[in-house]
């Protein structure tokens, strides 16, 4: 893998894989711990959608690319409470929504700021006790009441399959997303519309893009691998 901060590299290799992808499937480039330099270079391969997963690293990047006006801006870290405000006032896409608790968070203050960030809420397909997100049970348990969080555009799942999934796995895990998301959708006692699968990230896209992901988050392919 290339060094994290040779432009030519980044480019070109985002350009390849770019290639790859279905013109349906969104491609975020995940940044967290990568230098604003490979974030300029990504850019210039034309990615748009920048995926981080701390609030305040993502700020202060978002005030050295200020110059980069068209830039969509993606919370796919685990989101604290006590940081909803700053992640809706800083991102146009939050894809760890992982609890009710955070859902009505999120609802209440973009209700205060009259704010539009979309949200995908973090779905566990299959038990994953390290990882947080909703349990089936759980988000079935939840949906009458994250039906009513209006001032939330709920619009996606995300899932990410347990550490160490082979391939084969992952691909039946993403497939069943996929499927509970038109479940979601075809309820009649409610007004969810999930058209977003935000699935796949360096080692699953293909299996996640065969089963009908539209976004893939990718770091390590692009960048190489992360600094820590
Ligand atoms: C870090 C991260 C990614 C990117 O992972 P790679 O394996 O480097 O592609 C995608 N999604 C989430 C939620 C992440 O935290």
Redesign the pocket.
């Known amino acids: 893998m290339t060094a994290v901060c040779n432009p030519d590299a980044i480019i070109q290799r985002i350009t390849q894989i770019q290639a790859t992808l279905p013109p349906t499937v969104k491609l975020v480039a995940?940044t967290?711990n990568l230098p604003v330099e490979a974030l300029r270079a990504a850019y210039a391969a034309g990615i748009r959608d920048f995926?981080e997963?701390r609030v305040q690293e993502a700020i202060a990047k978002q005030a050295d690319l200020a110059d980069l006006k068209d830039i969509t801006w993606h919370m796919?870290?685990r989101l604290q409470a006590n940081k909803a405000r700053k992640a809706l006032e800083h991102f146009q896409w939050i894809?760890?929504v992982d609890s009710l608790k955070l859902a009505e968070r999120l609802n209440q203050i973009s209700g205060e700021l009259g704010c539009q960030a979309r949200c995908c809420l973090q779905v566990k397909m299959v038990p994953d006790p390290p990882k947080s997100g909703f349990e089936l049970e759980e988000l079935w348990a939840a949906l009458p009441v994250l039906a009513q969080l209006t001032h939330l555009k709920l619009v996606g799942l995300m899932t990410?399959p347990p550490q160490g999934t082979n391939p084969e796995v992952a691909r039946a895990i993403f497939r069943q997303a996929k499927e509970l998301a038109e479940q979601i959708t075809q309820l009649q006692s409610h007004p969810l519309q999930i058209e977003t699968l935000s699935m796949g990230?360096?080692?699953d896209y293909q299996a996640a893009i065969a089963s009908g992901a539209t976004m893939v988050?990718?770091?390590?392919?692009l960048f190489g691998p992360?600094p820590d």
């Open positions: 995940v967290k995926g997963s796919i870290g894809h760890s990410i990230m360096s080692g988050r990718l770091g390590t392919i992360r």
